[in-house]
Structure formats: structure tokens, C-alpha cells
């Protein structure tokens, strides 16, 4: 069963728009994770949010946390062709990942 | 640059064959995973494992085995492929504890079945 469960299914944007995609997951964690996946290769590591922590940043990437929601979104400001990808969630202790969000940034 | 290896990248085989998609992590982690995944759907844990001779099964009933004899190496083994098993297989490896625990993919094996 399917723990991170990512939404929208798909998002199309705007190059320079800003980017929101949101993530439930089921079960307690320590951990949660953002990956990014390009045209079906493997997954790639963007950002690690603990559970103690509600919001973190790196570059133009946020993510926050909300436990008692059982919640995790993830912005991406000021987007670009480049971020045109997959991407997912998943709790650390359980690496089970949904169907993704599939962003297009047109230029 | 994640040294998590996964070999063939593309193989086609006959009905009935039996075939190992082999991976391979030179990163010392305790943590394997592999993964199917459909174009453009959602990613199935199959198996996944805690170290040498642990071994898991997922969520996916694939008709697959896996086996962890060392660290660094999780094969996948399909004893008779059917056209059903066509799709991607993403092979994954983390750190069991500490600080980074993130998750290093590797390339993908797509698996046609004929």
C-alpha cells in the first residue's frame, strides 16, 4: 500500500511561477523525504525534513511539515524548464512512494 | 554522483525465461530496495532488505526473488518472466541510521517481456 501520496497529479506552469505540490503519507514518522525523478530514471534526492522540524529551505526549494496532518508540501519558487519533472514523497523509516506529481514548466 | 549501479539498462526476453537484474552500491549502506514502475505511475516497493541475509518483501506481489549474500550487491531474479512483468525496475540503496539517510537510485532496468 501506497504510503506518500503526492498532489496534484500534474501541475502546468509558467516559467518563473512558483510551483506547490503536496504530499500525505499514512503512517507515524521521523522523516520525510522530496525526491525528483526526470523522464522514468531513477530517483534523485532533493530535500530531508525532520519530524521535529515544520519548515526547512534549500536554494529554491521549501518544504514544510505538518505532523498532526499528516502533510508535507513542497514549493519551488521562481521555476524553470529545467524543474519539468516527477516528484515524490516518501517517510524515511518507510520508503514506499505514490504516484508522484508530474510538473511542466513551459518556457 | 550516486555509486548505485544497476545492470542490464534494457533487456527484452521470451516468455518463460528466467532472467537477474543485478544491482550494486559501493557506498557500505545497509539498506537495498527495488522498485516497479509503469511510465508515468506510481512506484511499487517489491523488496527491500536491512543488511546481509535480511530480505523483505513489499507491497507488489511480483513473482520475483532477491537475496542478500553481501552488502553491496541485491539481485533480483524473475525464474519464468511473463509479459506481465514488462516495466521498469528501479533498484535503491540508504543508510540504515544517522544524519543521511537519504536514498540513492540507480538508472533503471526496462524489462520488456515478448
Known sequence: ?107 | EADIYQTPRYLVIGTGKKITLECSQTMGHDKMYWYQQDPGMELHLIHYSYGVNSTEKGDLSSESTVSRIRTEHFPLTLESARPSHTSQYLCASSAWTGLNTEAFFGQGTRLTVV
Not at chain 1, 514518522?29 to 519548515?55: F, M
Not at chain 1, 511539515?65 to 519539468?84: F, G, N, P, Q, V
Request: proline share 2%; with cysteine.
Open chain 1, 1 to 107: 500500500s501506497q504510503q506518500g501520496e503526492e498532489d496534484p497529479q500534474a501541475l502546468s506552469i509558467q516559467e518563473g511561477e512558483n510551483a506547490t505540490m503536496n504530499c500525505s503519507y499514512k503512517t507515524s514518522i521521523n522523516n520525510l523525504q522530496w525526491y525528483r525523478q526526470n523522464s522514468g530514471r531513477g530517483l534523485v534526492h532533493l530535500i530531508l525534513i525532520r519530524s521535529n522540524e515544520r519548515e526547512k529551505h534549500s536554494g529554491r526549494l521549501r518544504v514544510t511539515l505538518d505532523t498532526s496532518k499528516k502533510s508535507s508540501s513542497l514549493l519551488i519558487t521562481a521555476s524553470r524548464a529545467a524543474d519539468t519533472a516527477s516528484y515524490f514523497c516518501a517517510t524515511v523509516n518507510d520508503m514506499r512512494f505514490g504516484a508522484g506529481t508530474r510538473l511542466t514548466v513551459k518556457p
